[in-house]
Every structure is written in C-alpha cells, then in structure tokens.
C-alpha cells in the first residue's frame, strides 16, 4: 500500500525558504501514469493546490505561488521535495504530499495523502 509522509521543520521565520520532504513507500514516484504534489490548507481557508510534478518529470506551480515555489523529487530516495521562498505568516499551513492517477483527474483529483505537517511561520 501507497504511503506518504511528510517531514521539515514546523516554525520558519519570516523571509526564510520553507523546506519540506515527502518519502513515498509502497510505489516508485517515477511510476508511469501518476503525479505528486503539495496541497496547503491555511487555519480556517479550503485547500489549495501548490503544484504538482508528473511521471515524466514535467512539473507545474500554481500561478499565485509560481515565483516562490520549487518542486523536485529525488528518485533514488523515492523522496518529493517541497521549497517554498520568502515566506509571511499567510503561508501558514499544514502542508500535504499527495499522489494522483491513474484513475484519478490531474491536477486536481489526488488518490493518496499524507497525514499533513504544520508549518508555522512567525518571528
């Protein structure tokens, strides 16, 4: 069975890079037909849709984050990275790893998430 777990620090200050890690076990991030991603809910908003990279490697960021965001992954880790840069208390969140396909609609459909990590970021 799919498994994802998020891991970074859960306080980052204000202008500093936020930094998180998703470890996937039970399936290869470069199997064919799937995606990953990172999905944020803020305190008391819905979820948003960050980015997301695809099997093929192709990746795509959420126009409103685009210019601060980096999505990697390593596949000899079997590791989806998350760096989000110049960062304010508006990004407060508890941050999701996610996959999706084959079955389900990309971008916005996901099969498979992890448990959340909160990041809070305050001086």
């Known amino acids: 069975q799919v498994q994802l777990q998020e891991s970074g620090p859960g306080l980052v200050k204000p202008s500093q890079t936020l930094s998180l890690t998703c470890t996937v076990s039970g399936g290869s991030i470069t199997a064919k037909f799937l995606y990953w991603g990172w999905v944020r809910q803020p305190p008391g908003k819905g979820l948003e849709w960050m980015g997301a990279i695809l099997y093929g490697g192709l990746i795509a960021y959420s126009p409103s984050l685009k210019s601060r965001t980096s999505i990697s992954r390593d596949a000899s880790k079997n590791q989806i990275a998350l760096q989000l840069s110049s960062v304010t208390p508006e990004d407060t969140a508890v941050y999701y790893c996610?996959?999706?396909?084959?079955?389900?609609?990309?971008?916005?459909?996901?099969?498979?998430w992890g448990q959340g990590t909160q990041v809070t970021v305050s001086s």
């Open positions: 996610a996959r999706g396909g084959p079955s389900t609609k990309y971008p916005g459909e996901w099969g498979y």
